[in-house]
Nanobody
Framework: QVQLVESGGGLVQAGGSLRLSCAAS????????TGWFRQTPGKEREFVAA????????YYADSVKGRFTISRDNAKSTVYLQMDSLKPEDTAVYYC????????????????????WGQGTQVTVSS
């Protein structure tokens, strides 16, 4: 089992930046990729970005491409999400998730591909 803890959320003005962290513990050797998802009330969880632990392949939702950057620190078992040029529509609870699966981009974009989830961190972007 993998445990995930997110941090770094908060309130920021439009155009500002935040960096989210996702620290993993437990059976981290089983992780093949870590992803970030976000959710607003009444909506389904939405894919944001993902990164593989071996090779560092990255995947982004079109809505965040060019503004968000996902990275990893293998030694710390931590994944980061650097969010720049934030918009009010980025407001959501952000979750990180880990998967033991290894496949292509379609696999990593789906929430059901992940079996470990953090508790979430709130990001609020004011206009």
């Amino acid at each position: 089992q993998v445990q995930l803890v997110e941090s770094g959320g908060g309130l920021v003005q439009a155009g500002g930046s935040l960096r989210l962290s996702c620290a993993a513990s437990g059976r981290t050797s089983s992780m093949r990729a870590t992803g970030w998802f976000r959710q607003t009330p009444g909506k389904e969880r939405e894919f944001v970005a993902a990164i593989t632990w071996s090779g560092g392949n990255t995947y982004y939702a079109d809505s965040v491409k060019g503004r968000f950057t996902i990275s990893r620190d293998n030694a710390k078992s931590t994944v980061y999400l650097q969010m720049d040029s934030l918009k009010p529509e980025d407001t959501a609870v952000y979750y990180c998730a880990a998967t033991p699966g290894a496949s292509g981009s379609y696999y990593y974009l789906r929430a059901m591909s992940y079996n470990s989830w953090g508790q979430g961190t709130q990001v609020t972007v004011s206009s």
